[in-house]
């Protein structure tokens, strides 16, 4: 079972890399891929950890894009996590996103939502990448919603009064970075509907032509329909197939394994990468 899209407390998961990877080991998976949003904060721990309880680890990272209005989500496997162009573009989408949740939240605030920035920060592990699943973490601890997905559902999803863009590279800059970083990059869910509709096959042509490896057909957000359109487009343009959790911990109901990668296609993503190696025991 190899499931290559989960999240530490890294960003905004809710377990540490270490108890990611132990979870990891008791749902079953054979390998998996730690991918937390804009940063390897999380890497060496899952690392160390995966070396000891006998598990695979493919090192990666969840890069945000935009081009206009369009948003999208870039898994990026295997790369060197010092490559100067890839290293810029984290940390200019981090501070970015420090920014974008005082906004929301003093925006929230001042319409009498009970959210702090300090009982906000205080869900932010230090150093970790702070994203809206962090103020919905404020309003469950002070009792204002049972989890994170009702936050989202009232007040923090795409279409809110208060959501707030950030930084974000073009997705064909991204695809450029992380190949020039040695890695791989696959569309993680890209049929997720958002505030901007769905990633189009335009799109993905593009994408492909400037270096795409994959696409992530098999994830919780897309119908049967949505998958064979998917994988009929992989087909078309010569793309990797892969699928995956996006495992959150306690702060979404994804459950790990849920949705897995062939174990061939793991094989591919790891031919074509140069920039660091998957951690075996």
Excluded at 59 to 68: D, L, Q, W
Excluded at 174 to 182: I, K, S, T
Aim: glycine share 10%; with cysteine.
């Amino acid at each position: 079972m190899i499931d290559l899209h989960t999240h530490s407390s890294a960003s905004d998961g809710t377990q540490t890399p270490a108890e990611l990877v132990r979870a990891g080991v008791a749902a079953g998976l054979d390998a998996m891929a730690v991918t937390d949003h804009d940063t390897t904060l999380g890497w060496d721990e899952a690392s160390v950890t995966a070396r000891e309880v006998g598990l695979v680890l493919v090192p990666g990272i969840e890069v945000s894009c935009a081009r206009g209005a369009q948003c999208l989500h870039l898994l990026a496997y295997l790369p060197d996590s010092a490559h100067p162009a890839l290293v810029a573009e984290l940390e200019q989408a981090r501070a970015s996103r420090e920014t974008r949740l005082d906004r929301m939240v003093e925006g929230m605030a001042a319409d009498g939502i009970p959210v702090t920035v300090a009982s906000v920060r205080a869900e932010v592990e230090d150093g970790a990448t702070p994203g809206r699943p962090h103020i919905a973490d404020a309003l469950v601890r002070a009792g204002v919603v049972e989890h994170r997905d009702e936050a989202f559902a009232r007040w923090l999803g795409d279409d809110s009064p208060y959501y707030v863009t950030h930084y974000a590279p073009d997705p064909v800059r991204a695809v450029e970075v992380v190949r020039a970083a040695g890695g791989v990059p696959v569309v993680a869910h890209p049929f997720s509907r958002t505030r901007t509709g769905v990633v189009g096959r335009e799109l993905v042509e593009e994408l492909a032509a400037a270096g795409l490896a994959g696409l992530e057909a098999h994830h919780r957000d897309h119908d049967d329909a949505a998958v064979r359109e998917l994988v009929d487009l992989a087909g078309a343009l010569g793309l990797l197939v892969t699928g995956s959790s996006d495992y959150h911990g306690a702060g979404k109901r994804n459950r790990l394994g849920e949705n897995t990668t062939a174990p061939e296609v793991l094989a591919a993503i790891e031919a074509q990468a140069t920039g660091t190696e998957v951690v075996r025991p």
